[in-house]
């Protein structure tokens, strides 16, 4: 599949803002790529995909966890976490999409886990820093990706839990095990 074919099934599912979104994060992680030796085109399709389940309605997404017998701790927790699990399985079995290096860089790109890979770590945090994104913060992670990657993801996962902490918001097990594994290991 390429691109263009990419985008244009992308856009059904998801018009306006959330298609820009994801075109920021296209280009953000096309960057990353090039500066951190990550494979371009496979950074590409995993960022046009990524949010793919984003509109998705609940119940669905519900369904679609159980389906694929993915965490079913995830229900618990709150069903923004669901749409990158449910767009990996989708993708998977409806679409064809193999990688499963894509696939998890997608399935895990709003908690993130342990030993992340390079590719799931680039559409992380190009989830995270892209040129619509305007939470605070975002400028200091925006400055650190250009020279460290890992310090850059670090931020990110950081920030992201003070801000759950902040809300009183349950935080998955995987956010945590994420920020632990990028302190633990300085990988
Ligand atoms: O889909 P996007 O909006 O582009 O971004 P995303 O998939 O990274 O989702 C971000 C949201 O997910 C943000 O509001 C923080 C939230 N989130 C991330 N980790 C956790 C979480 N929410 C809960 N409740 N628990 C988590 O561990
Ligand atoms: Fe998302
Ligand atoms: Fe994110
Ligand atoms: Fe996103």
Redesign the pocket.
Known sequence: MDREQALEIVEKKIKGP?FQ?TLG?VETAIMLSEKYGADKEQAEIAAIF??YA?LMPISELRDTIIEAKEDERLLL??P??W??PAAAYILKNKLSLENEDILNAIRF???GRANMSLLEKII?LA??IEPGRNFPGVEETRELAKNDLNQAVLKAISN??S??LAKK????P???DAYNSFVLNKD
Do not use: N, P, Q, S
Request: charged fraction near 20%; glycine fraction near 4%; aromatic fraction near 20%.
């Open positions: 959330r979104h994060v990524h949010d984003k927790y709150h923004e976490l749409h990158g790109h709003t908690t992380y989830d995270y992201t839990i801000f759950l918001a349950a935080i998955f995987d956010t945590f």
